[in-house]
């Protein structure tokens, strides 16, 4: 089945303790898009400026996402210049420049409002739930937030947690969204807000899976040739909501295993600056990669 993901199109400069990597193609909806096409078929709705390379532009239809819903508007398409610290385990924003995403309003296209999958890549919840209005009553619709909405809009967000199936958050926003510093309470506690599926992701420690029925955990890919943490949570996104788009069915086994896809190919996406490495690699390095994960926690 179709995916639909709706968020930023950017360019990163990123610092890391591997060198310094200008102007990479980044944004939330893109690193998903192209960890999702690994997968599915993918629709893209963002926003770029007139300054936005063919080049980028190619790499991605290249890689079969559909732009038809990707609006091109006078100015320059939205920069981000981040700092990792040395285990590259926390980050520094040094420059934020919003430029046309400032004003973002996601136009669904008429043909795309029919997807049974949707993702609602990080935004306010008033723009999340703008593209909820503009669809057709899709099967499956994950959103990904952070703190700024959290503290910032926090009524708005709680109306949107009515209204979808699951909710993706690393642990700070899960603790901050519930009061709860226990993550098992945190992630329940999320569950009560209203969706029926909460992820809570913990780094390179893995991420939890709840449910109203059980609760599960799995340990992140242990890979060393980390270059570039940037993405890894879009693309953990992208691999967990394309596997789950090629199921008959949402069962809780079909969570298991997507939450294993979306964590093998967040592993890819670290082993380079920006896209690169998630834009170069093909399915098959993701199903042996999801397989030496099967054998890493089999016992």
Excluded at 127 to 135: I, R
């Amino acid at each position: 089945m179709s995916l639909l993901v709706v968020g930023s199109t950017a360019f990163d400069t990123v610092e890391t303790p591997h060198g310094i990597a200008r102007d990479c193609l980044g944004g939330s909806s893109t690193y998903f898009a192209l960890a999702a096409r690994l997968f599915t078929n993918v629709r893209l709705v963002s926003v770029v400026g007139d300054d936005f390379p063919p080049a980028s532009r190619q790499l991605l239809e290249s890689r079969g996402i559909d732009l038809t819903g990707v609006e091109v508007k006078p100015g320059k398409t939205f920069r981000w210049h981040g700092r990792y610290s040395a285990d590259m385990n926390s980050r520094s924003t040094i420059d934020v420049q919003l430029n046309t995403f400032g004003d973002f309003k996601p136009k669904v296209p008429a043909a795309s409002k029919d997807t049974p999958f949707v993702f609602l890549a990080n935004g306010s919840p008033g723009t999340q739930m703008s593209v909820l209005e503009q669809m057709q009553k899709p099967k499956f619709c994950v959103a990904d937030t952070m703190d700024l909405w959290i503290e910032r809009e926090r009524d708005g967000l709680l109306k949107l947690l009515q209204r979808i199936d699951g909710i993706i958050v690393n642990d700070a926003e899960a603790r901050m969204l519930t009061g709860r510093h226990n993550l098992i309470d945190a992630g329940r506690a999320i569950l009560d807000l209203g969706p029926r599926l909460a992820i809570v992701k913990k780094g390179e420690h893995g991420s939890f899976l709840f449910s109203h029925w059980f609760h599960w955990a799995l340990p992140a890919y242990p890979t060393s040739a980390v270059v570039d943490p940037t993405g890894a949570g879009d693309s953990f996104a992208g691999g967990f909501m394309g596997h789950l788009a090629t199921c008959d069915t949402v069962s809780l086994w079909n969570m298991k295993r997507a939450i294993a896809y979306g964590t093998v190919t967040a592993s890819l996406t670290v082993e380079g600056f920006g896209v690169d490495r998630l834009a170069a690699v093909d399915r098959a390095a993701v199903e042996r990669r999801y397989h030496e994960l099967l054998q890493f926690v089999s016992f």
